[in-house]
Every structure is written in structure tokens, then in C-alpha cells.
């Protein structure tokens, strides 16, 4: 399995320091694979996280700027994420750093 076929779907709210580690984890694990950040953090904090993660490839932030709910967050990353054609799995996972990421290949 190619790990350009898949996309991390993570909602954030105010997760700034807990994304970087998570995003390295999924770099390191799965170092093809997208991801799709769909935060709702206020204006502020979302600064601080495009700063923390420009220097990451196939990365996307979609900005809210509002706490507009976990659902909604992730109905809106997949629909960004399956803009890619060539994508076969979308995982959801916590930006808590509460999933695993390694546990995917599993």
C-alpha cells in the first residue's frame, strides 16, 4: 500500500503544540500520506499553528476561526481530502494526540 493514498482528517481547536507532535508521528509512520487540518481556533492561535507547520508537505489548514463543532470539522475535511482523486483511505484522528497513528498499517 502507497502512503500517497492517504489522508489524515484532524478537527483542531486550540491544538497547536499537540499537532506538531502529532504530525511528526504521522510523517514518520506514513511519511506519503496527506493531511487535512480543518481548525477552529481563534485568529490568534491559528497564526501560531500555520507558523509551527509551514515547513511540512501535504499539508492543508482550513481556517474557521470559530468553534464551529468536531462534525462539521470533519465533514469538511473529507470533502477537501476526497478532492484528490487518488486518495483510497481517510482516517479521522484526534489532534489530542488520543489515536495512534502508528496503528494504521495495522
Known sequence: MKNKFFVF???SYNET???KILIERIKKSLPGSKIVVV???PLNENE???SALKSYKNITIISRFKK???GSAVILGFK???KDKN???LFEIDSDLAHN???VER
Open 9 to 11: 482528517i484532524i478537527p
Open 17 to 19: 503544540k499537540n499537532l
Open 39 to 41: 481548525d477552529d481556533s
Open 48 to 50: 501560531k499553528l500555520k
Open 68 to 70: 464551529s463543532g468536531r
Open 80 to 82: 477537501e481530502a476526497l
Open 87 to 89: 486518495i483510497k483511505y
Open 101 to 103: 497513528p502508528e496503528e
